[in-house]
């Protein structure tokens, strides 16, 4: 398996990544089956050091967790154990579902902007609607079943997810309520009740 490590505005030695390889190793090999590539990114946050972890797998799922601490190795441990908690999760779930995916996930891209935020000083009303563009990018949107896509949101400790449904190859969101469950929006019932 493939690990990036590295550091924003940090430099990370040897040892670290050392230490990162052989726990990222361990906890793929007991967790994930087959996966691709880790990517490990360590960076300051005030006074704590932040570790983010994203992991590829090859069923095209991708898992991620990050932790904050006062030292850079304790915040490792603590996204290194979030990682391997969803892992394990994920492993679960295929076992108690006999729904272990035999293909791997495919993606389609979509555009994908990122707006600058509303300016509580901006007086026009006219000119509020028009959006400022600040970035713009390709972002992959898989195709999965709903459960699928509700355990990538959950791994992947996203709010929300698009994704197109292998079902009806409609375009489909899941996404986490205020009340703790999951929501799921399917156009495809509307033009089907309608």
Sequence with gaps: MKIDVTGKQIDIGDALRTHVSDS????MDKYAERPTEASVIFSRDRHQFKCECL???STGMKAQASGKADDIYAAFDMASERLAKQLRRYKRR??????ERTTPVTHFEAASFVIEAEDEGVEDASESL???IIAES???IPTLSVGEAVLQMEIGEE?????RNERNNEISVVYRRPDGNVGWIDPSQ????G
């Design 94 to 99: 295929l076992k108690n579902h006999h729904n």
């Design 159 to 163: 709010p929300i997810l698009m994704f």
């Design 138 to 140: 390709k972002t992959a």
């Design 190 to 193: 509307t033009q089907q009740a």
């Design 130 to 132: 028009q959006p400022v």
């Design 55 to 57: 992991t590829h797998l």
């Design 24 to 27: 990222l190793n361990a906890s």
